[in-house]
């Protein structure tokens, strides 16, 4: 099994910065991919973005440019970088963790809110 715990979410102003953390614990080597989805009221789940072990990243289109995902394989923790938020960035933001296999593991989320 493997423990995922995000921090960092919290409520910020359109424009402003937030930084998303998440630990992972557990049995590690399971874990090939590490990423970021986020799921806004009454919509689905989407990805943000997602990191490999050898640091190759692929964004979502909406948050390019704004976003930067990055992975200390060292302290098995990945970060999300928020930058030039805006409202329609508000979500749950979920850590989550793929197996070459293709199993799914999930933190319980955190919130971010951006106000106008």
């Known amino acids: 099994q493997v423990q995922l715990v995000e921090s960092g979410g919290g409520l910020v102003q359109a424009g402003g910065s937030l930084r998303l953390s998440c630990a992972a614990s557990?049995?590690?080597?399971?874990?090939?991919?590490m990423g970021w989805y986020r799921q806004a009221p009454g919509k689905q789940r989407e990805l943000v973005a997602v990191i490999n072990r050898r640091l190759s990243t692929n964004y979502a289109d909406t948050v390019k440019g704004r976003f930067t995902i990055s992975r200390d394989n060292a302290k098995n923790t990945v970060y999300l970088q928020m930058n030039s938020l805006k409202p329609e960035d508000t979500a749950v933001y979920y850590c989550?963790?793929?197996?070459?296999?293709?199993?799914?593991?999930w933190g319980q989320g955190t919130q971010v809110t951006v106000s106008s």
């Open positions: 989550n963790g793929a197996t070459a296999t293709g199993f799914n593991f």
């Open positions: 557990g049995s590690i080597f399971l874990i090939n991919d």
